[in-house]
């Protein structure tokens, strides 16, 4: 079973490696609209309020079956979003 602590490192490092790939697309193409890279950059951070405040939930009777949960919507999350940025 994977702690609270190491879920949450590797749901700040996911979406930040998101976030990251967005600027860098921003960086090369800078003559471009970047309404959509700023789109996707707004959908990460919600989704990344939205991940620690699931971990942080008090009210879990089983934390193994909660965190595999949260751990499977944050890779197809990620799925969706590394999508989006390589549709840029």
Do not use: C
């Amino acid at each position: 079973m994977a702690n609270k602590r190491d879920l949450k490192k590797d749901i700040n490092f996911v979406l930040g490696d998101i976030i990251d790939a967005v600027y860098v697309w921003e960086e090369q193409n800078k003559p471009k609209d970047s309404e959509k890279g700023e789109s996707i950059i707004d959908e990460a951070i919600a989704a990344f309020d939205g991940f620690i405040e699931r971990v942080n939930d008090k009210k879990v009777e089983n934390y193994a079956v909660h965190f595999k949960a949260v751990r499977q919507d944050l890779e197809t999350t990620a799925i969706t979003l590394i999508e989006k940025v390589n549709a840029l």
